[in-house]
């Protein structure tokens, strides 16, 4: 299996990203965010351990990737998780890529992005930081930096001139769907695009969460175990309830002028095709 991609090679329905490669330099993640869906269908996911021969391997498929083609790093796993402050696997395959023409989409929770600004800088790049709430982080992604660590590697980001945007999910019902407003409110000066989605259950998550907060357990089965749908491999909420967790953060960024998409979200209103994932940020 090579390590870099074809994103959504099965061509799902429900995804609008651009055609882009994938490639997560680490299999697993530390940052353990109770809702991830990673962990359904990859074995220790929390145990999480870098990809064997990775630059040697990554270096002979770049050269067989078309020019512009567009990586995206990572959508099973978070490319700046704990494990890149030892591997710095994530930094050498950016240093792969100085003085070529791709483009380049890194999606994280971590400011240690930071640390590669230097890079940063001289890449075709953009850059999704991923924000789920303000008082909850410690309990709903465990390893993953705090939410004041999260806002200053935005505002480090606009001020080093790289086009960040933020993903303002899962939003989950009953959780933090009113402070995920204040968050767009924060956020709204430093990103140029917004992208947002509710929390699709799968059983494992779905335990997770409601283990971590058993007072929400009859409310989120209700809701999707008995009123839910599944839609592709996840159980979706029902389309009104999506709309009305979705329509806020639609408003709010519209008033700010800021771009928003949804990802596999299902709901055609709120659909920006192409444009979903922050990459037409990257020049
Ligand atoms: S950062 Fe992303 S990949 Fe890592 S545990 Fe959280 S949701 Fe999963």
Redesign the pocket.
């Known amino acids: 299996m090579p390590y870099i991609q074809p994103f959504d090679p099965w061509k799902s329905s429900l995804c609008t990203c651009p055609p882009k490669y994938s490639l997560n330099p680490y299999t697993g ?1 530390g ?3 109770l ?5 359904s269908f990859i074995k220790n ?1 929390y145990r999480p351990r870098p990809k064997k021969n990775f630059l040697k391997i990554v270096e002979r498929e770049l050269k067989k990737l078309p020019e512009n083609s567009l990586i995206s790093l990572s959508n ?3 490319p700046y ?1 704990p494990l890149e402050s030892t591997y710095k696997y994530t930094r050498k395959f950016l240093e792969l890529l100085v003085e070529k023409n791709y483009r380049i989409l890194i999606i994280t ?1 971590s400011d240690l992005i930071l640390r590669d600004l230097d890079l940063l800088k001289n890449l075709r790049c953009a850059v999704s930081i ?1 924000i789920t709430s303000k008082t909850l982080t410690s309990k709903l ?1 465990p390893g ?1 930096p705090s939410y004041e660590r999260r806002i200053n590697a935005i505002k480090s980001l606009y001020k080093s001139n790289i086009p960040v945007s933020v993903r303002l999910d899962p939003v989950i019902p009953g959780l933090n769907e009113k402070e995920i407003l204040e968050i767009l409110d924060e956020v709204a000066p430093f990103v140029k695009h917004i992208t947002a989605s509710t929390y699709k259950a799968k059983p494992d998550s779905l335990k997770r969460l409601t283990d971590a907060f058993p007072e929400k357990r009859v409310f989120w089965e209700e809701l999707y175990l008995k009123g839910g749908k599944k839609l592709g491999n996840a159980i979706y909420l029902k389309d009104e309830i999506r709309y009305e967790l979705i329509n806020p953060l639609y408003k709010k960024a519209k008033e700010y002028g800021i771009s928003f998409a949804t990802c596999r979200e299902a709901l055609k209103v709120f659909e920006s095709p192409q444009k979903c994932d922050g990459s037409f940020l990257i020049s």
């Open positions: 993640c940052h353990r965010c809702y991830c869906y990673a962990t996911f099973s796993s978070d998780q929770k991923t992604e993953a």
